[in-house]
């Protein structure tokens, strides 16, 4: 067996990233929508928010899921994906001390920020290592 068969693609965290990323948004985003009559006074919201919100989920988890199943998976589009995450970290941030949400909600958006923000941190860490593996000299053998 030779070296390069054993090694990992520099491509693959990135790729495993966006794809849990991806599969979160989604479910989220679904689960927003077909639940947002139920979960809007829960969370001190209408339901029309977490409709619009569910969509936008789901159209970002199918980006995610394009960009990480391409044959060359881009390290612009994985900046994207962290930029992307850290605005929803940022923006549950300011929803949370704005104060329109019942408690219940001011925890569950805090888990999920938590959560966006683990991803956006795995994301960065893939789009180093495939730029690191781009700059690194090859060998010639």
Do not use: Y
Request: proline letters at 4%; glycine letters at 12%.
């Amino acid at each position: 067996m030779d070296e390069t068969s054993t090694r990992e693609s520099p491509s693959a965290t990135l790729r495993l990233a966006m794809k849990a990323n991806g599969s979160f948004s989604g479910l989220s985003g679904l689960g927003l929508i077909l639940a947002a009559g139920r979960l809007g006074p829960a969370l001190g919201v209408d339901r029309w928010v977490l409709i619009v919100i569910g969509v936008l989920l789901v159209m970002f988890a199918a980006s995610l899921w394009r960009s990480a199943t391409r044959v060359r998976v881009e390290p612009a589009e994985g900046r994207v994906a962290v930029w992307a995450d850290g605005g929803w970290v940022v923006g549950s941030a300011v929803v949370v001390a704005a104060g329109p949400l019942t408690p219940w909600g001011n925890q569950l958006v805090g888990v999920v920020a938590v959560i966006v923000l683990a991803f956006a941190v795995w994301q960065h860490l893939g789009v180093r290592k495939l730029t690191d593996a781009a700059r690194a000299p090859r060998s010639t053998g």
